[in-house]
């Protein structure tokens, strides 16, 4: 069992930046895939990024590429989010996720999710 807690959300103008952290309890979190995800209100849920479990492999959403980078520090138990660039068009609900195995962009396939952090980007 992996509870996930996300903290770092807030409001932020147009080009700032933030960073989100996850923190996991269990044992076995540095076994698992770590995602971000996002949702906006009226939209699905949608991809950000995810990290391996050594955190060798990561990958990103292409709106993402380049302005956001994803890490983790398996000793402490987290998952973080650097976000730089910010726009309006990022404002959503991120959420932080985890599973075991194939590494994967579908958010129906992560086990564990947090509560959710919002960010808020102003124009």
């Known amino acids: 069992q992996v509870q996930l807690v996300e903290s770092g959300g807030g409001l932020v103008q147009a080009g700032g930046s933030l960073r989100l952290s996850c923190a996991a309890s269990?044992?076995?979190?540095?076994?698992?895939?770590g995602g971000w995800f996002r949702q906006s209100p009226g939209k699905e849920r949608e991809f950000v990024a995810y990290?391996?479990?050594?955190?060798?492999?990561?990958h990103y959403a292409d709106s993402m590429k380049g302005r956001f980078a994803i890490a983790r520090d398996n000793a402490k138990n987290s998952v973080y989010l650097e976000m730089n660039t910010l726009k309006p068009e990022d404002t959503a609900v991120y959420y932080c996720?985890?599973?075991?195995?194939?590494?994967?962009?579908?958010?129906?396939?992560?086990?564990?999710w947090g509560q959710g952090t919002q960010v808020t980007v102003s124009s």
């Open positions: 990290i391996s479990s050594s955190g060798t492999i990561t």
């Open positions: 269990g044992r076995t979190f540095s076994s698992h895939v």
């Open positions: 996720a985890a599973k075991w195995g194939v590494l994967t962009t579908r958010a129906s396939e992560y086990v564990y």
